[in-house]
């Protein structure tokens, strides 16, 4: 009965589709229209149309002469004839060589393989059960990890969500589709894979993605404003918890993020902002692009590494204190995630590989669930007070 609906609807339903037609998103979206439309706002469908990407790219390759080659796109693009991540760069994968850099093959021309044990017969194309896109199955984590870590050249690694997901408490039992793909019905997996970037240039679903990455946001980070008298001032502790997040916060491209906690005493800003993020260096200088990095540096929030409060993995919350020298009446505690540094995006326009537009059309996303605000009025002691 579908099978008949998706003829009258798309011209070639009723024929087998050819390895490059199989390529194309466009040729899916007449029977399978709600993964068609939230893969077409996802950033895996951006990930090489990016305005960022194709000036990061192109100022690689010049600095490094060309050495870069296909490095990049071989995650942004894996599909020649697609741009992007497109839907059988996940759905003909064969094997897992590695679990960074791209390590996939693809059976192109092979069968759909997803995670459907009793898929129903269709002419477009054969369909086969994978246990390597059936997020069900920890293991299938693997498969996201291929492009989801980046090691490079020299060894180091820049991304490294799989890693930390696969040495923390998730790995047991929750798949990065786990948490990444609301299960939106039966047989029906939500495709939008928000995460914290959202498109800078007029693009499908932006007001749908930066919804979606504010309700994977609220539960993901615990927080703690703690104030007790000290001399004539007081003593601030804030401490963050990476209480939902399947690996570190931030993740993958920690070396972009700019996660900003800040304190405000009376309505003013105080002292300066904590920033979680990673830094480039070579030696012992700072660097900004990794062509040119050799160690990297990082302060994150890390996932639970063990379950057993007698190992150090147990907990991983952290702190950190200030001293302010009044009484404020109030204070309070904001968290923000914006997704590539400013310094960063300017340094690409001031090379001229970036138009200025992409700066002001960036998102930075408040964290609503994390603020904390502390009142003299109630006394010294934490917000909230367990
Ligand atoms: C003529 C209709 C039609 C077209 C066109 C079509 N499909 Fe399907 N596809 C189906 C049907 C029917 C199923 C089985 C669904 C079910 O059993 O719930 C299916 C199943 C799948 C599955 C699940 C396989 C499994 O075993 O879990 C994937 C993945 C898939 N299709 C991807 C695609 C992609 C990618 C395209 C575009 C290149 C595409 N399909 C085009 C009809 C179609
Ligand atoms: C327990 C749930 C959970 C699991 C398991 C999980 N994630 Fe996430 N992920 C989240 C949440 C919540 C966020 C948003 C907070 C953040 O950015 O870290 C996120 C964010 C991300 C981001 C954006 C990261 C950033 O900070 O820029 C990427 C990429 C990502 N996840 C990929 C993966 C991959 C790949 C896996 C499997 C190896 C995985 N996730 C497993 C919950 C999960
Ligand atoms: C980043 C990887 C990825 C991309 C890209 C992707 N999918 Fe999927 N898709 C999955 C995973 C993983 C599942 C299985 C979830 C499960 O069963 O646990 C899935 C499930 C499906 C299913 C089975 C029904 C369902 O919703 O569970 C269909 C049909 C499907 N995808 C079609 C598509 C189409 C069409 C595209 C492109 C427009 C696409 N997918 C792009 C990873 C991907
Ligand atoms: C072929 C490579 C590839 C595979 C396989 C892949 N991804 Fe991605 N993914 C990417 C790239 C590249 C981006 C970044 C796009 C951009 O922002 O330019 C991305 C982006 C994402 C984001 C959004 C991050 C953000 O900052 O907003 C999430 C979440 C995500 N992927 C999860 C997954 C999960 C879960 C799987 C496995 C089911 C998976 N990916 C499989 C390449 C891949
Ligand atoms: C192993 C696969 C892989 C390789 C190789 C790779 N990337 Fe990515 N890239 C990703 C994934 C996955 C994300 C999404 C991670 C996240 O959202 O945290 C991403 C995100 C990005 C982003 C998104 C914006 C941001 O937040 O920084 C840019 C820009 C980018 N990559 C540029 C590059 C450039 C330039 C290269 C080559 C020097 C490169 N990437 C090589 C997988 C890869």
């Known amino acids: ?11 070639s339903a009723c024929e087998p589709l050819d390895p490059a037609a199989t390529a194309d998103p466009s040729n899916c979206e007449g029977c399978h ?7 077409a706002g996802s950033m895996h ?9 194709v000036a990061m790219n192109a100022r690689g390759q010049r600095e490094t002469g060309g050495q870069l080659g296909t490095f990049c796109v071989r995650c942004h693009a894996p599909q020649p004839e697609v741009r992007g991540v497109g839907c059988v760069a996940c759905h003909q994968v064969k094997t897992i060589e590695a679990t960074h850099n791209g390590g996939l093959t693809w059976d192109r021309g092979g069968p759909m393989r997803g995670g459907l044990r009793d898929p129903e017969a269709t002419a477009a194309h054969d369909s086969s059960y994978s246990e390597l896109v059936d997020g069900s199955k920890p293991s299938s984590s693997q498969m996201c990890g291929a492009c989801h870590d980046v090691v490079l050249p020299n060894g180091l690694a820049i991304e490294a969500t799989f890693a930390e997901w696969n040495a923390s408490v998730f790995a047991d039992n929750l798949s990065c589709s786990g948490c990444h793909m609301f299960t939106a019905g039966p047989r029906r997996h939500d495709h ?25 946001l609220r539960p993901a980070i615990l927080t703690k404003l703690c104030v007790a008298p000290m001399g004539g001032g007081v003593e601030v502790s804030i401490t963050l918890d990476n209480a939902q997040v399947g690996h570190a916060f931030p993740s993958g491209t920690t070396h972009a993020r700019r996660v900003r906690v800040e304190l405000e005493a009376d309505g003013l800003v105080v002292g300066e902002p ?3 993020r990673s830094w480039f260096r070579r030696g012992t200088e700072e660097v900004q692009f990794a062509w040119d990095a050799d160690a990297i540096d990082s302060e994150l929030l890390m996932p639970s590494t063990s379950l057993d409060p007698a190992q150090p993995g147990y907990y991983h919350a952290r702190t950190r204190t200030v001293r302010l020298t009044g009484r404020p009446a109030a204070i309070r505690l904001g968290v923000q995630i914006q997704p590539i540094g400013t310094d960063i995006l300017e340094d690409l326009v001031k090379s001229g590989d970036l138009d200025p537009a992409v700066i002001a059309a960036s998102t930075t996303h408040t964290l609503d669930a994390a603020a904390r605000e502390w009142r003299a009025a109630d006394g010294f002691g934490c917000v909230p007070s367990r």
């Open 274 to 276: 904590w920033i979680l």
């Open 45 to 53: 469908a951006y990930a090489s149309e990016d305005p960022v990407f």
């Open 192 to 216: 939008s894979f928000p995460g914290i970037d959202v498109a800078t240039t007029p693009w499908p679903g932006i007001a749908e993605q930066r919804a979606l990455i504010a309700r994977d």
């Open 1 to 11: 009965m579908k099978a008949i609906l998706a003829c009258a609807l798309v011209a």
């Open 33 to 39: 229209p709600e993964q068609t439309r939230e893969w």
